[in-house]
């Protein structure tokens, strides 16, 4: 089945094997339903989560899907591997299909992650241009100081990719505990950050994606769907921070 948008003609010769003339006398007919409304336009653009029926008959009926996991330890980002736990094998089997993970954490952090099978939505979450900020717990080896709140803001040059990070922020909560924000996910960019200090990070937990907060009810290892309200409204910045 088609994933992105397509004509309502294109999608319908692709799956029923007819040609677009062939088409046409059926869509004439108002045979053809999109969301429970006769089409007769073949140059219709549908989406991967539009039903598209012929007499009666689904011919595409997917629902988009949005889940939350409370990702514990030691379990990897990832929807397949031979050796370790994935976020994907948390799900029962009758769950997962279609299913691919929107950001990722590494394998010893924990908190928030998101499971979808929306590939535009989770897209929209990962341009830098939305904007959509993450919150993170950290413990840390070392005491803090205020010289990590100045650093973070100013961003930190990485010479491996030979790019300067976005600002972040860094809230002190403690001596060895600090909250940070930030809005794009290098590679390990949280431990690279602190360990410009030589501080090491014990423990990595992300607590919310934009406005979404990790459900506290959710144990390490649980999921739940996103509410509607959840899901239209996770872009944009933290509420604080």
């Not at 397509?6 to 053809?32: E, M």
């Not at 803090?144 to 002190?172: D, N, Q």
């Not at 690279?192 to 990595?204: E, I, P, Q, S």
């Not at 992300?206 to 390490?220: F, K, Q, T």
């Amino acid at each position: 089945m088609p994933s992105r948008y397509h004509r309502l003609d294109r999608f319908l010769s692709q799956v029923l094997q007819v040609s677009r003339s062939g088409l046409r006398p059926v869509l004439a007919a108002g045979r053809v339903r999109v969301n429970g409304v006769p089409v007769r336009d073949r140059q219709q653009r549908i989406g991967p989560f539009d039903r598209v029926e012929l007499d009666g008959q689904p011919l595409q009926s997917e629902a988009p899907r949005y889940l939350m996991v409370n990702k514990p330890a030691g379990v990897v980002s990832a929807t397949s591997d031979d050796q370790h736990t994935t976020v994907m094998d948390l799900l029962p089997a009758s769950q997962r299909q279609g299913l691919h993970l929107a950001g990722r954490l590494d394998f010893n952090s924990t908190g928030l992650v998101l499971l979808t099978n929306d590939g535009a939505w989770s897209r929209q979450l990962s341009q830098p241009q939305s904007q959509v900020r993450k919150h993170y717990r950290v413990t840390v080896e070392q005491p803090l100081t205020e010289a990590y709140v100045a650093a973070f803001s100013e961003g930190m040059w990485f010479a491996f990719e030979g790019i300067k990070t976005r600002p972040a922020t860094l809230r002190i909560r403690s001596a060895y505990e600090a909250d940070v924000w930030l809005c794009e996910g290098r590679y390990h960019q949280i431990k690279r950050m602190f360990g410009r200090f030589d501080n090491k990070v014990l423990t990595l937990h992300r607590l919310a994606i934009g406005h979404l907060v990790l459900d506290e009810s959710l144990a390490p290892g649980e999921s739940r769907d996103l509410m509607p309200g959840e899901v239209a409204g996770i872009a944009g910045l933290s509420s604080r921070g």
